[in-house]
């Protein structure tokens, strides 16, 4: 037998112990708890006192919210008498009067549902399509007073509607945009376009230049590396854009009843004119007012997932 085929006790002993230490990590990994490794949230790392006083307040808030929400569909459906009892029933025999008031005689509501959609889509898509490249430009370009522009076009956003109101009155009627639907959206985008800028620039802001830098270097234009790159990195921000535009479109009650008329009536307005001096319809007004806040309910639900991405972009950022 030569040297070489002599076994080594002490290569031999080393291989042990490094086999050894492996089935040990093995079997430390198999029963680690699954919350091990994984990123805790600050509420878990608070104490124990801190955690009850959040969590209170949380649950306060979320009362506040939702109590005057379901208070609103449940008298939508009360007949009324119910709602106009001095006590307050919880059990009631439900009954859809109020909302078949609101499609029959002339409170005939399709009008003002249809004119809302118009309004607020066509400004929320008209805000979204052209703040997006608006906000890209402002991320991306170098120019001096780059800041005082971008508070400029945010402190349109803060201006009250008593300052713009007249300006835009005078300026539609002599255009003829009072009472149509094309002058509503113009005026909606007043304040949505100025939003959706500075929101989407600061979600450009938030991506990585050397991405689009790259796309660039492969031939790429600077439209195609804005479309093909920035895009539909930014999608979440996109949708969250919209969302918030569409609501705040939506909700608007000033600008529509300046600038609105029989032609372009937006349900807030209908809500409006169930107020009279012979008195309230409560039924009604709870009615319209369960068809005014579950569309952008669901709206926000259908597209949370994009809404809390689109929220929590740029918290973490890094190349």
């Not at 009850?52 to 008298?75: F, H, K, N, R």
Request: charged residues 15%; glycine residues 8%; aromatic residues 10%.
């Amino acid at each position: 037998m030569s040297v070489l085929d002599t076994p080594n006790p002490r290569r031999a002993e080393s291989a042990g112990q490094q086999e050894a230490v492996e089935q040990e990590r093995r079997h430390a990994s198999t029963k680690r708890s699954p919350r091990e490794g994984s990123r805790s949230s600050p509420l878990d790392r608070t104490g124990t006192g801190t955690r009850v006083v959040i969590l209170v307040v949380l649950g306060l808030a979320l009362l506040w919210t939702l109590v005057p929400l379901v208070w609103m569909v449940l008298s939508s459906f009360k007949p009324a008498t119910a709602i106009t009892s001095a006590e307050p029933s919880w059990l009631f025999t439900p009954t859809g009067e109020h909302y078949a008031g609101l499609f029959t005689g002339g409170n005939e509501l399709i009008p003002y549902l249809w004119h809302s959609v118009a309004a607020a889509g066509l400004s929320a898509v008209l805000s979204v399509v052209l703040g997006a490249p608006a906000g890209y430009g402002l991320a991306r370009s170098e120019m001096r007073g780059k800041r005082h522009l971008s508070f400029w076009i945010i402190s349109t956003r803060m201006a009250p509607i008593a300052a713009v109101v007249l300006p835009l009155f005078l300026m539609f009627r002599q255009l003829g945009l009072i009472d149509t639907i094309p002058g509503l959206v113009l005026a909606y985008m007043t304040f949505n376009l100025p939003f959706a800028i500075w929101l989407l620039s600061s979600f450009f802001s938030d991506l990585p230049p050397a991405l689009e830098e790259s796309a660039l270097v492969e031939g790429c234009t600077r439209w195609q590396a804005f479309r093909h790159v920035a895009l539909p990195l930014t999608k979440p921000g996109l949708v969250t854009t919209f969302v918030l535009c569409l609501v705040f479109a939506w909700n608007d009650y000033a600008f529509a009843l300046v600038f609105s008329g029989p032609d372009s009536q937006t349900l807030p307005i209908a809500a409006s004119q169930l107020v009279t001096q012979a008195g309230i319809d409560w039924g009604q007004l709870c009615a319209i007012g369960t068809f005014v806040v579950v569309p952008m309910m669901l709206a926000g639900l259908a597209v949370r997932r994009w809404l809390v991405t689109g929220l929590t972009l740029g918290a973490v950022t890094g190349e």
